[in-house]
């Protein structure tokens, strides 16, 4: 029959709850990791509402709740996105959270994101999904001072020890043939002027001389 949730409903991990007839929550509705919540009609989350999805690492492999509903989904209250401490995104992705097969009405509040370096969380809305995008920031080759370009700050960074592997002939390297290159596009408007072109030429002269002087030694 007809559920309405008033209290708290928890979808655990490793598992499927089938609803077979339509679901209203007035409570809380929790779906755990690698859990799945079937809804064969429509579902209705009120104003006063609050779902908890959660999103995790198993086995080096990111898993993330879903959600299916072959009616309508009527969404609303309040959403939370939990980020277990063992995620860890590599590379920008998107994860299913909901889908209904009838349509998506409404948007729940959005959620509160945790503040990670290097990364950022979003909720993208279709006529039939929710979707929780992760963007990744992918550092840019060259960039030791992480400011989006490679310039003169870098090999300063370099002499001073400050770039990945420390005084080595390829991280100089790498600077030399990336020089100029912003996060975007390789910047032909940031090209510097000729004298700090000939002063970075000696920078490069003098850290290839104390590589090969280091080296000698």
């Given at each position: ?15 499927v709850a089938i609803f077979n007839d339509s679901y209203t929550d007035n409570g809380t509705t929790t779906v755990l990791a690698r859990g ?107 960039d030791f001072n992480n400011d989006g370009v490679v310039d003169g700050d870098d090999a300063l960074h370099w002499q ?58």
């Amino acid at each position: 029959g007809a559920v309405t949730n008033n209290g708290t409903v928890v979808v655990a991990s490793e598992s499927v709850a089938i609803f077979n007839d339509s679901y209203t929550d007035n409570g809380t509705t929790t779906v755990l990791a690698r859990g799945n919540a079937l809804f064969l009609a429509d579902m209705t989350f009120t104003s006063n509402s609050f779902l908890s999805l959660e999103l995790s690492s198993d086995k080096g492999e990111n898993s993330s709740s879903q959600i299916e509903v072959a009616g309508t989904a009527h969404l609303a209250g309040q959403l939370a996105v939990v980020i277990d401490p063992d995620f860890v995104p590599v590379a920008s992705e998107s994860y299913q959270l909901l889908y209904a097969d009838g349509g998506i009405t409404g948007e729940f509040i959005p959620p509160a994101f945790p503040n990670t370096e290097g990364v950022r969380y979003g909720l993208s809305y279709s006529p039939n999904g929710l979707v929780l995008d992760v963007e990744v920031d992918v550092p840019l080759p060259g960039d030791f001072n992480n400011d989006g370009v490679v310039d003169g700050d870098d090999a300063l960074h370099w002499q001073r020890g400050q770039s990945p592997d420390p005084f080595s002939a390829e991280d100089l390297a790498l600077w030399q043939s990336q020089f100029g290159v912003t996060d975007a596009f390789p910047s032909s408007a940031s090209i510097p002027e000729p004298s700090s072109i000939v002063l970075l030429l000696g920078v490069v002269a003098g850290c290839a001389t104390r590589l090969r002087r280091n080296t000698q030694l």
